[in-house]
């Protein structure tokens, strides 16, 4: 009679990044880490074949995406306790960065599996370093919300966030976002927007969120893609703008309600309404 015995290492987990456009892009590293696992766990497996078949990759697929990747955290142990050695990939990029992976990751680091990273693209890096933002301070948000009101909410906290803020949007919401932008912090924020990253339309859209919508309006193709949006207030400016419109109401709180201490400072400072009613807000509560 065989007896099976478990191996005594068991295999490694790979996150491999792989091209965002260019497929000259990918790491003669990535490519023997592919060939070599004996899974590669794919966020698209009908995707991520054709990327495989270009490079002549014939290691088998199987799918991890957001609707079930916490159920594939056991399965993707059994098979590195069979020591099998397993290969991370998303659509493009690097994984887990606002793609699927997060859950299985932070399982096997729990239970001490090797998890070993193979760098590469990343859409984030890849724009920040050519938007002539501020790189050495950045907040990356991933997503913002799809609703106005609580995109608002974040964007109108930009004033307390360090450096470059950074994240992605679609072509469907795109408009939307810096319509969004530019009614919060108006010409107070620089924008540059990178579409079509390393493909042959490569875009780098600069100015602030107003020149960006007549950019738009000039030409609709501006919007098609998916960007990285960064955005760099002056910070300067809005905290001596703030600082004015503190002293004022401190002056028309007590004598005039929120509303109306808002608007008149709103008014004669040139500032945006909402900004001025959470401040007035704010110092109304702490009163």
Known sequence: MVTQTTPDVRGSFYIVAT???????????????LENSDFIAAEDTRHSKKLLNHFGIETRLFSVHDHNERDKVDYIKSLLDDGKNIALVSDAGTPLISDPGYHIVNGLRDDGYNVVPVPGPSALITALCASGLPTDQFSFLGFLPAKSKARKDIVSNWVNVPGTVVFYESTHRIID????????????????????????????????????????????????????????????????????????????????????????VAKFLDLKKNQVYKLALEKSKND
């Not at 924008?191 to 859209?205: G, V």
């Not at 007549?214 to 193709?221: C, G, K, P, Q």
Request: cysteine-free; glycine content about 4%; overall charge negative.
């Open 177 to 264: 976002s810096v319509k969004d932008i530019n009614e919060v912090h108006g010409n107070q924020v620089t924008l540059s927007l990178a579409r079509e990253l390393t493909k042959t339309f490569e875009t780098f859209l600069h100015g602030t969120p107003a020149t960006i919508l007549d950019m738009f309006a000039e030409d609709s193709n501006q919007t098609r893609g998916e960007f990285v949006v960064m955005a760099s207030l002056k910070k300067d400016d809005v905290d001596e703008e703030e600082a004015k419109a503190n002293e004022m109401l401190d002056l028309l709180l007590p004598e005039v309600s929120v509303k109306k201490a808002s608007e008149i």
């Open 19 to 33: 091209p965002i456009g260019n497929l000259d892009d990918i790491s003669a590293r990535a490519l023997k880490v």
